[in-house]
């Protein structure tokens, strides 16, 4: 199964290469259109001339046949044809690379509909951004994590973290059900999220950060234990209400994949 899968890609890359190349025209990368051409695109000799490998092996990678592109040429492709964001993206996908210029490609910013969305959702609700910052949330989030969210940010000072509250905050160990369990999973979800960046020096810094403030961060992150961020019923003792129950829902937009949509149900 694993090769057919790539077997597949390979077949999808080479479709995906000709499609960018017959829709690419001369005239824009300085060659001439001439009279001759069978298509209105580019040669396969003039794209590889682009990114600066031999035609046999561009010709190769078009036809599906097994051979290692490496980053860096898939990065000279997508900078030479001047692939959208999402076609490069899935030409590194396609191609099995992790593409080196992603971590820059992307901003953690929320958009701004995503932002006043929150405010027409009564249950509470906040966006966390790649690194787990809390990149926006509503008045029923500030209610309910009071002492946190509730509290005024000064300019310059850095977003709430998730990770942070969770190992930092002294109260989040009493408002948190069974926090133990939670922070072991909280930990094992954020590797999982950050599993295609953990290279990237702001992941380092903040992996370091909690490493050295807390033990039990440093303890759960040297398990390596990995799972998918899930919903589910998630409980709390508030210092106002008592124990709360909520279920949580986590979407991802689909046009910002780093943002994740939290929401928390009243049971």
């Given at each position: 199964?694993?090769?057919?899968?790539?077997?597949?890609?390979?077949?999808?890359l080479?479709?995906?290469?000709?499609?960018?190349?017959?829709?690419?025209?001369?005239?824009?990368?300085?060659?001439?259109?001439?009279?001759?051409?069978?298509?209105?695109?580019?040669?396969?000799?003039?794209?590889?001339?682009?990114?600066?490998?031999?035609?046999?092996?561009?010709?190769?990678?078009?036809?599906?046949?097994?051979?290692?592109?490496?980053?860096?040429t898939?990065?000279?492709?997508?900078?030479?044809l001047?692939?959208?964001r999402?076609?490069?993206?899935?030409?590194?996908?396609?191609?099995?690379?992790?593409?080196?210029?992603?971590?820059?490609?992307?901003?953690?910013?929320?958009?701004?509909?995503?932002?006043?969305?929150?405010n027409?959702?009564?249950?509470?609700?906040?966006?966390?951004?790649?690194?787990?910052?809390?990149?926006?949330?509503?008045?029923?989030?500030?209610e309910l994590?009071?002492?946190?969210?509730?509290?005024?940010?000064?300019?310059?000072?850095?977003?709430?973290?998730?990770?942070?509250?969770?190992?930092?905050?002294?109260?989040?160990?009493?408002?948190?059900?069974?926090?133990?369990?939670?922070?072991?999973?909280?930990?094992?979800?954020?590797?999982?999220?950050?599993?295609?960046r953990?290279?990237?020096?702001?992941?380092?810094r903040?992996?370091?950060?909690?490493?050295?403030?807390?033990p039990?961060?440093?303890?759960?992150?040297?398990?390596?234990n990995?799972?998918?961020?899930?919903?589910?019923?998630?409980?709390?003792?508030?210092?106002?209400?008592?124990?709360?129950?909520?279920?949580?829902?986590s979407?991802?937009?689909?046009?910002?994949?780093?943002?994740?949509?939290?929401?928390?149900?009243?049971?």
């Amino acid at each position: 199964m694993k090769n057919e899968a790539a077997i597949a890609r390979r077949k999808e890359l080479g479709e995906f290469l000709q499609i960018i190349r017959n829709r690419s025209q001369p005239a824009d990368f300085g060659l001439p259109a001439g009279n001759r051409r069978r298509t209105s695109g580019l040669r396969r000799e003039e794209m590889a001339q682009l990114i600066g490998i031999s035609p046999t092996w561009y010709t190769w990678i078009e036809q599906g046949r097994e051979v290692n592109v490496s980053a860096e040429t898939l990065d000279r492709l997508a900078i030479a044809l001047h692939l959208t964001r999402s076609e490069r993206a899935y030409l590194f996908e396609m191609a099995d690379r992790r593409d080196p210029q992603g971590s820059l490609a992307e901003s953690d910013d929320a958009p701004t509909l995503l932002i006043e969305l929150l405010n027409d959702i009564q249950v509470p609700a906040y966006l966390m951004g790649r690194y787990w910052d809390i990149l926006g949330w509503n008045a029923a989030a500030a209610e309910l994590f009071t002492g946190w969210l509730d509290q005024p940010r000064q300019a310059g000072e850095p977003l709430p973290n998730m990770l942070r509250y969770v190992f930092l905050a002294p109260q989040a160990r009493s408002f948190l059900l069974d926090w133990d369990s939670r922070a072991r999973r909280i930990t094992a979800e954020f590797r999982a999220d950050c599993r295609s960046r953990l290279e990237e020096p702001a992941l380092l810094r903040l992996v370091e950060e909690l490493s050295a403030a807390s033990p039990d961060f440093a303890r759960f992150w040297k398990q390596h234990n990995v799972l998918e961020r899930q919903g589910g019923e998630r409980g709390f003792l508030h210092p106002l209400r008592g124990q709360i129950h909520y279920q949580q829902v986590s979407l991802r937009p689909g046009e910002s994949e780093h943002v994740k949509f939290v929401m928390l149900r009243p049971q």
